[in-house]
């Protein structure tokens, strides 16, 4: 008769733990991942609401359209969207988006939105904020 020896479960132990580890680790790197990749996309959908409001603030006198066209532009990545147009971040709304004309500046920013992530939501009131100097000409 064999004797059966101590450790024969043993691998399977090990291999469950680090199973456990890796799973864990890779899990946080891809909630970090979307949420940087998340970000960086809102940085630069405010970054150009910005220049755009800079560009045309002159000419829109403080028009409230002028000023829909901008959150539509940081929204939707157009001014002037196709009814069925899809935000650039899930939950992303035209109401997420301020704006401010300043004499010689506009400003565009955030308030109430959150990256919605894997197992944290991460907000973003007055963040990301982006500030363009008014502009006298030149084309949008």
Same mark, same amino acid.
């Given at each position: 008769m064999k004797r059966q020896r101590r450790e024969s479960g043993s691998a399977l132990i090990e291999f469950s733990g680090a199973l456990i580890l890796l799973a864990t680790l890779l899990t946080g790197i891809f909630e970090i991942g979307y949420t940087l990749y998340s970000y960086e996309n809102l940085v630069h959908a405010v970054r150009a609401g910005a220049r755009y409001a800079a560009l045309g603030a002159r000419e829109s006198g403080g028009d409230p359209e002028f000023a829909k066209a901008v959150?539509? %532009?940081?929204?939707?990545? =157009?001014?002037?969207?196709?009814? $069925?147009?899809?935000?650039?971040?899930?939950?992303?709304?035209?109401?997420?988006? =301020? %704006?401010?004309?300043?004499?010689? $500046?506009?400003?565009?920013s955030l308030r109430g939105f959150t990256i919605d992530a894997l197992f944290r939501k991460i907000p973003l009131n007055g963040r990301p904020l982006v500030t363009f100097p008014i502009v006298s000409g030149g084309s949008r």
């Open positions: 959150r539509n %532009l940081v929204v939707y990545g =157009d001014p002037k969207p196709a009814p $069925q147009a899809k935000p650039i971040a899930p939950g992303f709304s035209p109401e997420h988006v =301020d %704006l401010v004309l300043e004499p010689g $500046q506009a400003t565009v």
